[in-house]
């Protein structure tokens, strides 16, 4: 029981879970290119977490969880609408037309995305004149830099190119369709964004992380299936044969979106949710791996940099968020400082608990 209170257990569980993400993109990758639908692997993935969750969520907690009423319902609906569905949607879709790791480079540019959508939104206030304010704004820039690159220039391969077998309907790397998934993975980056802030509105009414995100999943499942039967009817399409097509999902939902769901929460918990924003480069470097291990995919010297400049950029952004967080716990009064900033800094933790935990 003591080491799993040490400081060195969170910092090993965040950087299982982000491995285990990348593998998780990487794997759904190779199923997209097998030419299973993007929509039925965001339905059966949001369908297996939520009957993983569940139980969690049922003992967990039962004393805890306030009334559920249908304003909160409601809320919950179109909450699931914008990060489950939405974001699923097109980050599924964009990863059909690129690679687990410009996947996994555009989740990292979430924080920075979530930034600017809270200063447009006037959610978040922003002092240019700030050394925090600065160094946000310039890490915010450097990610979509990054992500600039990352669209526009693949560069000279670094490594070989191995000849793969895909599925006729699966979109070829042409650069059109390398430049089109770019655009895909930043709109899903920006609708996981707009998640946050939604949900973060949510929690105030309804602060049960496991409970949300059960119900979140439950409505995801729906609206996925829906949006699936909106494109194609064909009813073949939900039957999979395949035994890695099946592993794959089951391992997306069961522990890509359930596992490291109650991991990350624990984390957050633990340590705050800049804490675990660390970590996210970590999946980046794993997907690589596996993209270049399992898929024999070229890794291109635009993708390495692009990925470089938007690691760099959530640094400084998270360096600029820390000093803006200890600026305003130096503006207290000295006298009520101890007090306050443990009350502060566990009300911080339980208000951005649900910002992480739904992953794309």
Known sequence: MGY????????????????ALGLGNALVKKVLDGGVNHMVIATYRLAISTLFLAPIAFFWERTTRPKLTLNILVQ????????????????????????????????????AVTFVLSLVFRVEKLNMKSKAGMGMVMG???????????????GVPLTKFHKLETHPSTPALKPENWIIGCVLLFAGTSCFGSWMLIQSKVNDKYPCQYSS???????GTIQCALLSLIKSRDITAWILTDKLDIMTIIYAGAVAQGICTVGTSWCIRKRGPIFTSIFTPVGLVFATLFDFSILHRQICIGSVIGSGIVIFGLYIFLLGKVRQMKEECAKKLPSHFGEEENKDDEQYKKGHLMVVPMTP
């Open 140 to 154: 915010t820039l450097l990610c979509i830099g990054g992500a600039l690159l990352l669209t526009m220039y693949k």
């Open 76 to 111: 919950l609906f179109f909450s699931a609408l914008v990060g489950a569905s939405l974001t699923q949607y097109f980050f599924l879709l964009g990863l059909s037309y690129t690679s687990a790791t410009l996947a996994c480079a555009f989740i990292s540019m979430t924080p």
């Open 213 to 219: 995100t059960v119900i979140l999943s439950f409505f």
């Open 4 to 19: 799993c209170d040490g400081k060195w257990t969170p910092v090993i569980i965040m950087i299982t879970i982000n491995s």
